[in-house]
Nanobody, 124 residues
Framework: QVQLVESGGGLVQTGGSLRLSCVPS????????MGWFRQAPGEEREYVAA????????GYADSVKDRFIISRDNEKNVVYLQMNSLRPDDTATYYC?????????????????WGQGTQVTVSS
């Protein structure tokens, strides 16, 4: 069973930055897309960003566009989420996800593998 391990969460003040990392337990060269989702207390899990393994193209939710950057290091087999200008409403558990075949990247159902999540808390 493939595992995705997230790290990098923590407590940060408004306006601060964090970088999340996601390391799959196997090489993901042939995968379709890697994504980040988040879930705030009492809310549904929502799409944050995704990066296509083949082209490296990426997409973002409107709420994080121009503040977050998703990237990958193929040599290290790591996917990152650089989060800048953090706000209290970014507070959530952030999940890394991977899909081995196509689908809408904003849909949870596209993804076959999920990490356990890493907590991000932004204080005001």
């Amino acid at each position: 069973q493939v595992q995705l391990v997230e790290s990098g969460g923590g407590l940060v003040q408004t306006g601060g930055s964090l970088r999340l990392s996601c390391v799959p337990s196997e090489r993901t060269w042939s995968w379709y897309v890697m994504g980040w989702f988040r879930q705030a207390p009492g809310e549904e899990r929502e799409y944050v960003a995704a990066i296509f393994r083949g082209t490296g193209g990426s997409g973002y939710a409107d709420s994080v566009k121009d503040r977050f950057i998703i990237s990958r290091d193929n040599e290290k087999n790591v996917v990152y989420l650089q989060m800048n200008s953090l706000r209290p409403d970014d507070t959530a558990t952030y999940y890394c996800a991977g899909a081995t075949s196509g689908g809408l990247v904003k849909m949870e159902s596209t993804y076959h593998y999920w990490g356990q999540g890493t907590q991000v808390t932004v204080s005001s």
